[in-house]
C-alpha cells in the first residue's frame, strides 16, 4: 500500500491582538470586551480570525456608530455645564441657597399685602347691585388684573431683595 501524505488544512489568516488594536485605534482590552459582547469572534492565543474579524468590526462600526457619536456630544455637552456651572459657582454668579430661601419666604408676606390692598381699594365690588353673570365677569377680570399686579410686585420684590443680599 501506497502511504499518502495528507496535505495540512490551510488555516484562516489570523491577526494579533497588538496589530488589530493599532489598525482600528483601539487598546486591547477594548478588543478582548468586544469579543466578549460578541461584537467581534474571540481570539485564540491571542490571535483574531482576520476577515471575520475585520467585517464584523465595520459592522459594528455602521451600525453603532451612530449612537456612539450620540452619546458622546452628550456626554461633552453635560460636561461643558458641568464646568460652566463650577466656574460661575467659584466666580460668586451664584448666591447662597439660604439666602433665596429667606428672600422667598418674603414674597408670601408681600403678595397678601398686595392682594388685599387690590381687593380693597383698586376693584372695591359691590355684590348688591351686580347681577350674578355681571358679578362672574366682574371676579373673573378682577382675579386675572390682581394676580397680574400681584404677580408683577412679587417679582420685583424678590428681585430687589436678592440684589441686596449681593
Do not use: W
Amino acid at each position: 500500500m501506497k502511504k499518502t501524505k495528507s496535505m495540512p488544512t490551510p488555516q484562516p489568516a489570523t491577526i494579533s491582538g497588538e496589530q488589530l488594536a493599532g489598525l482600528c485605534n483601539l487598546t486591547k482590552r477594548r478588543l478582548y470586551q468586544l469579543a466578549e459582547e460578541q461584537k467581534i469572534p474571540p481570539a485564540e492565543n491571542g490571535n483574531f480570525p482576520m476577515l471575520t474579524t475585520i467585517r464584523r468590526l465595520f459592522e459594528f462600526y455602521q451600525r453603532d456608530g451612530e449612537t456612539l457619536q450620540r452619546e458622546k456630544m452628550l456626554k461633552t455637552t453635560a460636561e461643558r455645564k458641568l464646568r460652566e456651572h463650577e466656574l460661575a459657582k467659584i466666580q460668586g454668579k451664584y448666591l447662597p441657597k439660604e439666602d433665596v430661601v429667606r428672600a422667598a419666604a418674603g414674597i408670601g408676606l408681600k403678595i397678601r399685602a398686595v392682594l388685599t390692598r387690590k381687593l380693597c381699594h383698586d376693584f372695591p365690588i359691590s355684590v348688591e347691585q351686580a347681577a350674578p353673570q355681571e358679578l362672574k365677569a366682574l371676579a373673573r377680570t378682577t382675579v386675572h388684573d390682581i394676580g397680574q399686579s400681584a404677580a408683577a410686585d412679587a417679582l420685583e420684590h424678590l428681585k430687589c431683595e436678592l440684589l441686596a443680599i449681593k
